[in-house]
């Protein structure tokens, strides 16, 4: 069973305050990843990370901005939320390795976000 | 462009049958495909897996055929049960951008009937 943790599960919030959706997982994988999906849509990357001080921009442009100062600690803000930023927020972990090792992802819960 | 198509939005079958979901894909760098499972409120969950070198792998009820001409993949089901009702992405990885990532498809809701 996965250990990755994502609070909060669900949030509803007001245009313009800032967020921080936390991702936790501790099954010290190096990899971890950040995905946006709409209902009925594909998973999209918006951010990953190889490790400590290590953070790209994925496929889909995103206004969020994320960290990665601990290893098992990846989390995801937004400066200013806006109504276009609703959606589901799911993280993802991964270890190092080739075959099933480096492509299998174990997904957080997710965390719905509403803005209004 | 959408690399990872699954065309199905939707399949319903009875249990015990079987459940075929399909997944196409255009990339040819695609080396790894994988199942993923998704209950409402929940995470995707790893199911199984292929490699590009191979052409059909099988774990208890679930197999995964690859045909790498047709650039087409099969999650195969048998016997279907009913607490395999979930949507089901299909996902290819590749390197050929510099680094390991995961492409999804949209996903095919799968209903299995009492």
């Known amino acids: 069973e996965a250990d990755i943790y994502q609070t909060p599960r669900y949030l509803v919030i007001g245009t313009g305050k800032k967020i921080t959706l936390e991702c936790s997982q501790t099954?010290?994988?190096?990899?971890m990843y950040w995905y946006q999906q709409d209902p009925g849509m594909e998973l999209h990357l918006i951010h990953y990370?190889?490790?400590?001080?290590?953070?790209e921009k994925g496929d889909l442009s995103s206004e969020s901005t994320v960290s990665r100062i601990r290893t098992e600690h990846f989390p995801l803000t937004l400066e200013s939320a806006r109504p276009s930023h609703t959606s589901q927020y799911l993280c993802a972990s991964s270890a190092m390795g080739q075959g099933a090792l480096d492509n299998e992802q174990f997904f957080g819960p997710g965390t719905r976000l509403t803005v209004l | 462009d959408q690399q990872v198509k699954q065309n199905s939005p939707s399949l319903s079958v009875q249990e015990g049958r079987i459940s075929i979901l399909n997944c196409d894909y255009t990339n040819s760098m695609f080396d790894y495909f994988l199942w993923y499972k998704k209950y409402p409120a929940e995470g995707p969950t790893f199911l199984i897996s292929i490699s590009s070198i191979k052409d059909k792998n099988e774990d208890g009820r679930f197999t995964v055929f690859l045909n790498k001409s047709a650039k087409h993949l099969s999650l195969h089901i048998v016997p279907s049960q009913p607490g395999d009702s979930a949507v089901y992405f299909c996902a290819a990885s590749t390197m050929d951008t510099g680094r390991r990532a995961l492409t999804f498809g949209s996903g095919t809701r799968l209903q299995v009937q009492p």
């Open positions: 990370s190889y490790g400590v001080n290590s953070t």
């Open positions: 099954m010290g994988h190096d990899k």
